[in-house]
């Protein structure tokens, strides 16, 4: 005779739900290590759009160059606030990676606004201590030594205060707040010159893009609260860069000369 039991629904076994367990793991594995590789090349990612257009038109002066310090500056803060106070991994990376990326671009524009010069002008280096040509000497070797130089202050300055979190912390919030401010150079730019030409718009979008993702992933990792606040003001600067594109959109080229 049946019992019961026997058309009772079988109750899951150990295996079937370690199998479960092992695939939920492998998934949230996969998408963590896709959010932090995006996280760590995703930065990088709206300049190459800005460096092929400046390689095909052979033209630097819709980009601001200050864009490169504000990034370099920032990014190097936050590489020094790692020290200080730990953080994700993928976001340090990201420093490294962008620090490199900017100093390929910076490259790029002074060998372009060399071979540019139509007459051999005075050359304008970092040792001149020179505020009048500040970011805007005509050697790479000058954008390296400047570096070189904040990133020696910067690491001496960290090791006397590492214990002081006031120190650090401020570091911290510094190098987000510089970073915020990294659209605030071309914003001007093309304030001055009423217009956009040579700017690229894919840069913009994609920083729109990025750092709405890089916001949100600082709210879901909880990191420093310094990352979240200054993360929304980029966000805000993004779009008002973007509407320059709209505002001085008929704008022709003649007018940035």
Request: glycine share 6%; proline share 3%; aromatic share 16%.
């Amino acid at each position: 005779m049946l019992s019961k039991d026997t058309f009772a629904p079988s109750s899951p076994t150990p295996f079937t739900m370690s199998e479960e367990s092992t695939l939920l793991d492998t998934l949230t594995w996969g998408v963590g290590g896709i959010s932090s590789l995006a996280m760590m090349f995703g930065g990088v990612v709206p300049y190459i759009p800005q460096y092929l257009e400046i390689r095909r038109t052979e033209n630097t002066e819709g980009f601001s160059l200050y864009v490169c310090l504000v990034l370099l500056v920032a990014n190097t803060l936050r590489i020094l606030f790692w020290f200080g106070h730990w953080f994700e991994l993928p976001l340090l990376f990201q420093s490294v990676i962008m620090n490199v990326a900017m100093m390929m671009l910076i490259a790029l524009c002074v060998s372009i606004r060399r071979r540019g010069q139509l007459v051999h002008n005075k050359e304008h280096v970092f040792t001149d201590f020179d505020y009048d040509y500040f970011w805007e000497w005509t050697d790479v070797q000058s954008y390296v030594e400047f570096m070189l130089t904040f990133s020696t202050m910067g690491c001496l300055l960290m090791y006397v205060f590492i214990d002081s979190a006031v120190f650090v912390e401020t570091a911290g919030f510094i190098s987000v707040l510089t970073e915020a401010l990294l659209a605030v150079p071309q914003f001007y730019k093309n304030f001055i010159t009423k217009s956009t030409y040579g700017m690229s718009r894919q840069m913009v979008l994609m920083w729109l893009v990025g750092d709405t993702f890089k916001t949100v992933y600082f709210w879901l990792r909880s990191s420093p609260l310094q990352f979240f606040v200054c993360g929304c003001l980029q966000i805000f600067i993004d779009i008002l860069v973007l509407g320059q594109c709209f505002i001085y959109r008929k704008k022709k080229s003649h007018l940035i000369n």
